[in-house]
């Protein structure tokens, strides 16, 4: 079976919520001043294998951030409407991910995965964290794997 890196974001998030916490990127403008007569590296394009990823690891970021606010029912029920917008984003960009998996060179997917790598650990130790609140309520647990789901492809 060929592992893809969408795959794998996707399986790390569906193993670690069927286990029984970044904050989020405040937007800055900056003007980096260099001593240097070289350019600054150009950023990745927005439709390139690292951006798709870079895009990834920020979404499972922002899943963390909302699973670390859970500490009882109520913030539970509160962070419920916040995933499946997160979850249905990841299913954009993953499809994208999942196209262009195919033409990368075995150095390029191995760079990839150690980008994803810290928000997949960040994103799985939240879930886990969360996991016996939310199974408290099976409703609640339902529900919140109805809102996960949408982020696997439609």
Do not use: H, W
Not at 16 to 31: A, D, G, I, Q, R
Not at 43 to 54: G, Q
Not at 57 to 72: F, H, R
Request: hydrophobic letters at 40%.
């Amino acid at each position: 079976m060929k592992t893809t890196l969408y795959t794998i974001a996707l399986l790390s998030l569906s193993i670690s919520f069927l286990l029984p916490s970044c904050k989020p990127e405040e937007k800055t403008t900056t003007v980096e001043q260099t001593d240097s007569a070289e350019p600054a590296p150009a950023p990745a394009a927005p439709d390139s294998p690292e951006a798709v990823v870079k895009q990834i690891a920020k979404l499972q970021n922002e899943i963390a951030v909302v699973m670390e606010s859970i500490t009882d029912a109520p913030s539970a029920e509160a962070a419920l409407p916040k995933i499946a917008p997160i979850a249905e984003e990841f299913a954009k960009i993953g499809k994208q991910m999942k196209s262009m998996d195919s033409d990368m060179s075995p150095e390029l997917k191995t760079k990839l995965e150690g980008i994803m790598q810290p928000a997949i650990q960040r994103m799985q130790e939240a879930m886990t964290k969360a996991m016996p609140t939310i199974a408290k309520d099976p409703d609640l647990a339902k529900r919140f794997q109805e809102a996960l789901a949408k982020m696997r492809e439609e």
